[in-house]
């Protein structure tokens, strides 16, 4: 017989942990932890998938000190407005970044003061442990070439040229030769 205090989850074995948190799908671990301020797994887990990825953490130090169009986003990394958008989910989903939509044009920017301590110590730890990397060195270079640029007209010529062969992709206006 099982302890009084212990439960089942979905007719499953018993958590003699109480009060239980283990849920299905892991929801009651995620609100746990943001609710105590401290770093739970789940949030774990999402910092590390975030940072799991070269493109990624390219466009989180992309962020530093400032807000960028997803356009800005596209022309450093080179990569397809849909693909930029769904690292940029990722990145939002682990709470590194936030965005804000303007009419058709989507803005993010580093994880404000609210942000968690883990989330505020993985962006340090990035920052630190990359700033020497010629990637992050030749990507600052390039982004001051891509904000110098109008970001109306970036975004026009990409979407101009997407789907069009033989074309210049996003990305072919900050790289140096």
Known sequence: MLPERATTLLD???CLTPPCRAT?????????????GGIGLWDFMAITKALADEQ??????ALQGRELCLCQLVELV???SSTVSKHMSILRQSRLVEGRKVGRWVYYRLAGAGASAA???????VRKSLADDPQVL??????ARILKLDPEALCESQAHW???SGKPRP???????
């Open 12 to 14: 499953g074995p018993a």
């Open 24 to 36: 299905r799908n892991g929801r009651m671990a995620k609100s746990l932890s943001r609710q105590t």
């Open 56 to 61: 990624r953490v390219r466009m989180l130090l």
């Open 78 to 80: 080179g990569l397809a």
């Open 119 to 125: 989330v505020r110590q993985a962006v340090e730890w």
């Open 138 to 143: 030749d990507d600052a270079q390039r982004l």
């Open 162 to 164: 997407s789907g069009k």
């Open 171 to 177: 990305g072919a206006v900050g790289r140096s030769k």
